[in-house]
């Protein structure tokens, strides 16, 4: 059978191996991919006998029923339905589940609120809001880029407006 397929797919076998030699990065990426792959199976394979863990993370189960057999599509199906579950139940809680009765007036009375502004108040908010969402995105590359210049930068301002605090409060 070997034989029988070496000779079948010999000439893909002999332009792979010309590749391989050719591109060193293509080459050693391959093997990465490939290393990976079998690390994961491997491990699939202890985690099966350990019910230990897998009752630890029971959370990550699949619910929707969909399986794979590649432990990595496993953990991408584990995920997405650990994603919808989380999905329902904050609209579930918003739209008035169980304990959000609290959230469902709050949410009507926002509704009510927007219904009663004008289009120019609705719209500075809109862009009140658009706006912190951009600043805390600045914020967060910054810190994620430097931050000591952020730090540095949160000190000097400090230094400069010391009572923005009590203002901000009042």
Request: charged share 25%; hydrophobic share 45%; glycine share 8%.
């Amino acid at each position: 059978k070997m034989d029988a397929w070496n000779e079948r797919f010999q000439e893909g076998k002999i332009k792979f191996d010309q590749w391989e030699k050719e591109n060193e990065i293509g080459r050693k990426a391959l093997a990465t991919i490939r290393t990976i792959w079998l690390v994961q199976e491997e491990s699939a394979a202890t985690t099966k006998k350990n019910k230990k863990q897998q009752k630890r993370f029971k959370f990550l189960s699949v619910q929707q029923g969909k399986s794979s057999r590649y432990r990595i599509v496993q953990y991408f199906y584990n995920v997405l339905a650990w994603c919808q579950q989380v999905w329902f139940r904050a609209r579930n809680h918003v739209n008035g589940g169980m304990h959000g009765k609290d959230l469902s007036e709050f949410w009507k009375g926002l509704k009510s609120k927007i219904m009663e502004n004008s289009s120019e108040q609705v719209q500075s908010r809109i862009g009140a809001a658009l706006a912190a969402l951009v600043g805390m995105f600045c914020i967060g590359t910054m810190f994620a880029v430097a931050p000591n210049v952020l730090g540095l930068v949160a000190v000097v301002l400090g230094v400069l407006f010391p009572t923005w605090l009590t203002e901000f409060v009042e």
